[in-house]
């Protein structure tokens, strides 16, 4: 069975303190990895899609990375408003849909 | 990315009626799809719907409990019929973008049913 989990559930850093999140997934065939950010009372929005092992994508103070069994999401000196859950799904070869992790709910304080 | 609404944003109802969501979104998609998010959990997908044919549902969903409209390329509806308080959560609908697998998603239906 297909699986995403994340890690940590829940995160409190200081404003500036960096850190990582993790994706971790067993799927049979990775079509790619992709990671969103929710808002209280909003839908996702869509960050970084990542294909295959070793490719990295930038977004501001945002860097997702890709291995073969898990993805990290590190955000650099962060601020108030990166406070957020980010979700991060997974995509099979085999199929059209998504299976979700269960998010990181990042509180960033200033 | 598309822009996308739904009507209502919210909902209580009681148990033993039936909910429309509505999904509008501003430029045409061929595939729609429609989530729920249950409290504290991540998305589970329901289905998805593409224009001018049945839906396809996941496992553990079933069209008559969640039935689904696509009449046209910006457009489409899900019912949630027979409500029990099981059925609280948020329902989101999304659409593909541009890049194969990117997802935009609505702001989404937080019903409570009672």
């Known amino acids: 069975e297909d699986q995403v989990t994340q890690s940590p559930e829940a995160l409190r850093l200081q404003e500036g303190e960096s850190s990582s999140l993790n994706c971790s997934y067993t799927v049979s065939g990775l079509r790619g990895l992709f990671w969103y950010r929710q808002d209280p009372g909003k839908g996702p929005e869509f960050l970084f899609t990542l294909y295959s092992a070793g490719e990295e994508k930038e977004k501001e103070r945002l860097k997702a990375t890709l291995t073969k069994k898990e993805s990290f999401l590190h955000i650099t000196a962060p601020k108030p408003e990166d406070s957020a859950t980010y979700l991060c799904?997974?995509?099979?070869?085999?199929?059209?849909?998504?299976?979700f992790g269960p998010g990181t709910r990042l509180s960033v304080l200033p | 990315s598309a822009v996308i609404s739904q009507k209502p944003s919210r909902d209580i109802c009681q148990r033993g009626t039936s909910l429309t969501i509505q999904c509008q979104v501003d430029s045409q998609v061929t595939m729609m799809f429609w989530y729920r998010q249950q409290p504290g959990q991540s998305l589970t997908l329901i289905a998805t719907a593409n224009q001018g044919s049945e839906a396809t549902y996941e496992s553990g969903f079933v069209i008559d409990k969640f039935p689904i409209s696509r009449p046209n390329l910006t457009f489409s509806t899900l019912t949630v019929s027979n409500m029990s308080p099981e059925d609280s959560s948020i329902y989101l609908c999304?659409?593909?973008?541009?890049?194969?697998?990117?997802?935009?998603f609505g702001p989404g239906t937080r019903l409570l049913v009672l």
């Open positions: 999304s659409v593909e973008g541009p890049r194969a697998g990117t997802q935009y």
């Open positions: 799904a997974v995509q099979t070869s085999y199929g059209q849909n998504f299976v």
